[in-house]
């Protein structure tokens, strides 16, 4: 109850013209946290005065930024690294109300399809191509090729509800269903295309001590309807490049590089609407994944 009395009496101050009081309240009302916000929408509601509304937009969207950079700097530091909470907290950056369970749900149904498909008798690419028609076949997922660099594509529930993304989304949203699946698919930082791996981490492999490099099977392209390719592809694509050889070219990348990639693509994204703002926001979630915060 006192913390409520003390929320309300905040909320009155918000109109203070001392730009000193103000400034104690507005850091009082985000020391709160999420649990503030519903009153602070209630209040937007009653009030007519748009210094009021504009303050207390400016706090919301404070305290959901300082949510999703908490979440992010937890995920960065544990030890799993899961792709799907990753990616989560990232796409509540802009989607703050976030129906997360709904999201969770859809995945699990598509798993589902291609669970019911997939069998421990199958080849790596027998499964590949049951786990390609799910996805592209069943479930209708493609490139976004009207609207290709639009920042919607690289937040999960777009991907979701519109079935179109770029490379890294799509390759993302890939490698979580094979994952949920037993299959060993990872992301691979091609330049200018990213692209999927598909490692052998049998225990025969494991038994002869193979390099990364040497445990790759075949590669797929998420955005040719996860078309299977060689290695011997890649180096003609980074011989037409002109570019030097690179082992991160053809090796799988972790879940934290994938994450990092998707924000680059928001920046870049923003930069080109002019969003300056949101630049600064996304370079600091891409601090926290680069270990500088």
């Not at 027998?126 to 976004?144: A, D, M, P, Y």
């Not at 011997?232 to 050889?245: G, P």
Request: contains cysteine; aromatic residues 10%.
């Amino acid at each position: 109850m006192k913390e409520e009395r003390e929320i309300r009496a905040l909320i009155t101050l918000l109109d203070d013209e001392n730009s000193e009081i103000f400034n104690n309240v507005r850091n009082k009302l985000i020391e709160y946290g999420n649990e503030v916000v519903p009153d602070l929408e209630a209040a937007w509601e009653e009030s007519f005065n748009p210094l009021i509304q504009q303050r207390i937009e400016d706090i919301v969207n404070q305290i959901q930024f300082d949510y999703v950079l908490h979440a992010l700097e937890n995920w960065s530091k544990g030890e799993k690294h899961d792709l799907l909470e990753g990616w989560l907290i990232l796409t509540k950056y802009q989607y703050p109300d976030l129906e997360e369970k709904k999201l969770r749900a859809q995945i699990e149904r598509i798993r589902k399809d291609a669970w019911i498909e997939i069998n421990d008798e199958q080849t790596a690419l027998e499964k590949i191509k049951v786990l390609n028609h799910i996805l592209f076949g069943i479930h209708g997922f493609s490139g976004n090729s009207t609207n290709y660099h639009a920042p919607g594509n690289n937040f999960l529930n777009n991907l979701l509800e519109s079935k179109k993304g770029n490379a890294v989304s799509i390759s993302t949203f890939y490698i979580i269903v094979a994952a949920q699946l037993g299959i060993p698919v990872y992301g691979v930082n091609l330049p200018e295309h990213f692209i999927l791996a598909y490692k052998d981490e049998s225990a025969v492999s494991m038994l002869f001590n193979l390099r990364n490099e040497e445990r790759i099977l075949f590669y797929i392209n998420p955005l040719n309807k996860g078309s299977v390719f060689s290695r011997r592809e890649i180096d003609v694509f980074v011989k037409r490049l002109n570019l030097e050889y690179n082992a991160q070219y053809y090796e799988p990348c972790d879940n934290n590089e994938v994450l990092k990639l998707l924000i680059l693509n928001l920046i870049r994204a923003y930069k080109e609407d002019g969003r300056k703002e949101k630049c600064d926001e996304l370079k600091q979630l891409l601090d926290i994944l680069n270990g500088k915060r």
